[in-house]
């Protein structure tokens, strides 16, 4: 995506939700000597991208805030191009996507990857199975302890908490998150969408990239016990054994992308 951002020597460029700071460095070596503004809510996230960018010798800012409170503040016309990866999974994207716009100078590019819907399928079929069936009940009683009460009460908790739900909110398409970006009026230069499918040695491996780059998000999990976290990881690593192939457990990861411009 980088390069459908078209970037200059010496553009401003924000990088919303800049994580580890990989495609930070990526944009600094294009924009220098211009300014590249890494934006992430983790401040662990900005201690590893300030780091790596230093190491290679580009100054980067820093700005500690979630990425929709950023676009929300920042003065309209900042920014030449602005990069927003992966983060539609933490934000109200249908809200924040028109907003983009406004930050960007004439001519300005913004660049959107995100997952879609349809991605891993392996774990949103399990989702749909376990949640609508007393399958995992003799599980979590066993978890429990056999302990009865107990069962129940995590039992009724993880129904209320899930009944309706999906591990995160990404939109249907790269072309619902074009549509929306031209609702602030940018003009969209590319769409496309991209399937990978990852491997892994376990159900369990697949959980853990799973929770860890944030596919199995969802804001219930948060006021969760540790022990709920574990049962509803052990069925979720059990149940995706049921999809092992002679490559191992796949989850098929499904990204789609759009770059806009401002005219």
Same mark, same amino acid.
């Given at each position: 995506?980088? /390069?459908?951002?078209?970037? +200059? =020597?010496?553009?401003?460029?924000?990088?919303?939700?800049?994580? &580890?700071?990989?495609?930070?460095?990526?944009? /600094?070596?294009?924009?220098?000597?211009?300014?590249?503004?890494?934006?992430?809510?983790? +401040?662990?996230?900005?201690?590893? *991208?300030?780091?790596? %960018?230093?190491?290679?010798?580009? !100054?980067?800012?820093?700005?500690? *805030?979630? /990425?929709?409170?950023?676009? *929300?503040?920042?003065?309209?016309?900042?920014?030449?191009?602005?990069?927003?990866?992966? +983060?539609?999974?933490?934000?109200?994207?249908?809200?924040?996507?028109?907003?983009?716009?406004?930050?960007?100078? !004439?001519?300005?590019?913004? #660049?959107?990857?995100?997952?879609?819907?349809?991605? $891993? !399928?392996?774990?949103?079929?399990?989702?749909?199975?376990?949640?609508?069936?007393?399958? !995992?009940?003799?599980?979590?009683?066993?978890?429990? @302890?056999?302990?009865?009460?107990?069962?129940?009460? %995590?039992?009724?908790?993880?129904?209320?908490?899930?009944?309706?739900?999906?591990?995160?909110?990404?939109?249907?398409?790269?072309? $619902?998150?074009?549509?929306? %970006? *031209?609702?602030?009026?940018?003009? &969209?230069?590319?769409?496309?969408?991209?399937?990978? =499918?990852?491997?892994?040695?376990?159900?369990?491996?697949?959980?853990?990239? /799973?929770?860890?780059?944030?596919?199995? &998000?969802?804001?219930?999990?948060?006021?969760? #016990?540790?022990?709920?976290?574990?049962?509803?990881?052990?069925?979720?690593? +059990? #149940?995706?054994?049921?999809?092992?192939?002679? @490559?191992?457990?796949? %989850?098929?990861?499904?990204? @789609?992308?759009? $770059?806009?411009?401002? $005219?």
């Amino acid at each position: 995506m980088t /390069a459908e951002l078209e970037l +200059a =020597r010496g553009d401003r460029v924000a990088d919303l939700a800049c994580g &580890t700071g990989v495609y930070t460095l990526e944009m /600094a070596r294009l924009s220098d000597p211009g300014e590249v503004v890494a934006v992430d809510y983790s +401040a662990g996230m900005l201690g590893a *991208a300030r780091e790596r %960018l230093e190491n290679e010798g580009y !100054p980067v800012s820093l700005v500690h *805030a979630r /990425a929709e409170d950023f676009i *929300a503040r920042t003065p309209a016309s900042s920014f030449d191009a602005v990069s927003l990866r992966f +983060a539609l999974a933490y934000i109200d994207w249908w809200e924040v996507l028109p907003m983009v716009g406004r930050l960007l100078r !004439p001519g300005g590019r913004v #660049g959107v990857l995100t997952s879609v819907t349809s991605s $891993v !399928p392996q774990l949103y079929a399990l989702f749909d199975r376990f949640r609508t069936s007393f399958e !995992p009940v003799w599980k979590l009683y066993k978890h429990c @302890g056999k302990n009865i009460g107990e069962t129940w009460r %995590l039992f009724r908790r993880l129904r209320e908490t899930f009944a309706q739900g999906r591990f995160i909110s990404v939109p249907a398409s790269a072309e $619902v998150v074009a549509q929306r %970006l *031209a609702a602030g009026g940018l003009r &969209t230069s590319h769409v496309w969408t991209e399937t990978v =499918r990852l491997w892994f040695d376990s159900g369990r491996a697949a959980v853990d990239w /799973a929770r860890g780059s944030g596919y199995s &998000t969802h804001p219930s999990l948060d006021a969760m #016990g540790t022990r709920d976290i574990d049962f509803l990881e052990s069925l979720f690593a +059990a #149940g995706l054994e049921d999809f092992r192939e002679p @490559g191992g457990v796949p %989850l098929d990861l499904v990204v @789609g992308g759009v $770059v806009a411009r401002k $005219v």
